[in-house]
């Protein structure tokens, strides 16, 4: 696509060059524990992980509401370009949205000690997911919220009544569909193929959908966690 790109050459952006992932066991930062959710747009991602939050004690962290704020962050180099992708429905190029992320990780252990991360919409491209569990930390599993697009649209559409985003509108929710088959659909079958994905069948009922998520995290032995 034409349109602003990420200046590679600017040294805060260029993805950190480490011998092992910052949060790998032994490492002077110690483990954090990371769960990826993905799921296509309006699958439910976000009100699933309300509810794994209010339950297990996780941090949240929405890629999608990162790459937001700091698109609205005044004095932002970066914010043009955000816009631009988000509107058109494609991936903001990694160093951007992986740095993002390590920020918030690292603010969040200062702030509260808390270590245990959902990562939701991300990863969203192959280089993403590959390098994020190289140079920050490798994901426990990936939870997968499968959702036919006709479910999906109806929920965007409903959601853009209220929510103000640039994104939730016929033209844009075709694009991150796309998006979405074409770009994303291929980190979740590598991590099938690894063995690493929980799916749960997101069509029904949030309580519903919740029920399988609580069930798939006992079978994975994370109860302990519940509060
Ligand atoms: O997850 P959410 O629907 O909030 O993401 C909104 C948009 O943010 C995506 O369509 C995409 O343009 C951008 N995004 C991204 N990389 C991610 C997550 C979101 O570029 N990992
Ligand atoms: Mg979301």
Same mark, same amino acid.
Request: aromatic share 0%; glycine share 50%; proline share 25%.
């Given at each position: 696509m034409s349109g602003p790109t990420v200046n590679l050459d600017n040294p805060a952006l260029v993805a950190p060059k480490r011998l092992k992932p910052l949060f790998a066991p032994g490492t002077d930062k110690d483990q954090a524990l990371v769960i990826f959710v993905l799921g &296509?747009? &309006?699958?439910g991602k976000g009100t699933q992980c309300a509810n794994l939050v209010r339950d297990y004690g996780f941090k949240h962290l929405s890629a999608g509401d990162l790459l937001r704020e700091e698109q609205q962050r005044p004095g932002s180099e970066f914010g043009e370009m955000i816009k631009t992708y988000i509107k058109e429905g494609k991936i903001v190029p990694m160093e951007v949205t992986i740095q993002l992320l390590e920020n918030a990780m690292k603010a969040t252990i200062e702030e509260n000690g808390n270590r245990k991360f959902l990562i939701d919409g991300f990863p969203r491209k192959m280089d993403q997911a590959i390098k994020f569990e190289e140079v920050v930390v490798p994901s426990k599993f990936t939870l997968f919220f499968d959702c036919p697009e006709e479910t999906m649209r109806a929920r965007l559409l409903n959601r853009g009544l209220t929510s103000g985003r640039s994104d939730d509108n016929e033209e844009s929710i075709k694009k991150r569909f796309v998006t979405f088959v074409e770009t994303s659909m291929p980190v979740v079958n590598m991590f099938n193929n690894e063995g690493r994905v929980i799916k749960v069948d997101a069509t029904k009922t949030p309580e519903e959908v919740y029920e399988v998520v609580v069930k798939e995290f006992a079978s994975k032995g994370l109860e302990f966690m519940q509060k």
């Open positions: &296509g747009p &309006g699958a």
